[in-house]
């Protein structure tokens, strides 16, 4: 019997951690839970081949390739967590996850247009831009962990990488826009 394979999972599933902030095959199995998808229907939101999607959640691959496809990831636990936090129908999420399905995506920042090619507004736009960015560098759950130990010394930047880096995208969008409203009082 090979003992070798535990092992190598084991390191897979590790790296899969560092990277993502969760194995996937865990991370996955969360997503279709909260969205109601199965495991075909999370492989064709992501972009990804179900024999992929598979060997991912199993632990035989460990990255995902295509930056596209890790942007669709990040959009989708974003919606799953809106959904989750009630911000967001069930029936609303449908729509959204064709619209994830649709985007492109960058190697550097996320789409700024919606699947039908529509320019996002301002605000969601720059919003959606800032959380590609931060979650390029670290997952949801790095960033509210980075912002707890800030909270105490730094409490701007500690509510900042909450707000825009690991809660619901709306509550982002309508705290720019908050600030965005409060600075062109202040200038006008």
């Given at each position: ?8 999972t084991t ?9 993502y902030?969760e ?10 839970e ?7 229907r ?81 605000a969601?736009?720059v919003?959606?831009?800032v ?23 730094h ?9 825009y ?11 720019y ?6 600075a ?5």
């Amino acid at each position: 019997m090979d003992t070798s394979q535990p092992d190598a999972t084991t390191r897979v599933q590790d790296m899969q951690r560092t990277w993502y902030g969760e194995p996937l095959g865990v991370l996955f199995r969360r997503l279709t839970e909260s969205l109601g998808l199965n495991q075909a229907r999370l492989a064709g939101v992501l972009g990804l081949s179900a024999p992929m999607l598979s060997q991912l959640m199993s632990g035989q691959r460990a990255k995902i390739g295509n930056p596209a496809v890790v942007q669709r990831l990040q959009a989708l636990q974003e919606l799953a967590s809106e959904v989750s936090g009630g911000a967001v129908s069930p029936a609303d999420a449908v729509p959204r996850m064709e619209e994830i399905r649709g985007s492109a995506g960058s190697p550097l920042l996320g789409t700024t247009q919606s699947a039908t090619g529509t320019p996002l507004p301002p605000a969601r736009r720059v919003v959606h831009e800032v959380r590609a960015l931060l979650h390029e560098i670290a997952s949801p759950a790095e960033i509210a962990e980075a912002a707890g130990s800030l909270a105490h010394r730094h409490p701007q930047l500690a509510e900042f990488l909450r707000v825009y880096g690991a809660g619901p995208s709306d509550a982002a969008v309508r705290d720019y826009e908050a600030r965005k409203q409060g600075a062109d009082a202040h200038h006008g």
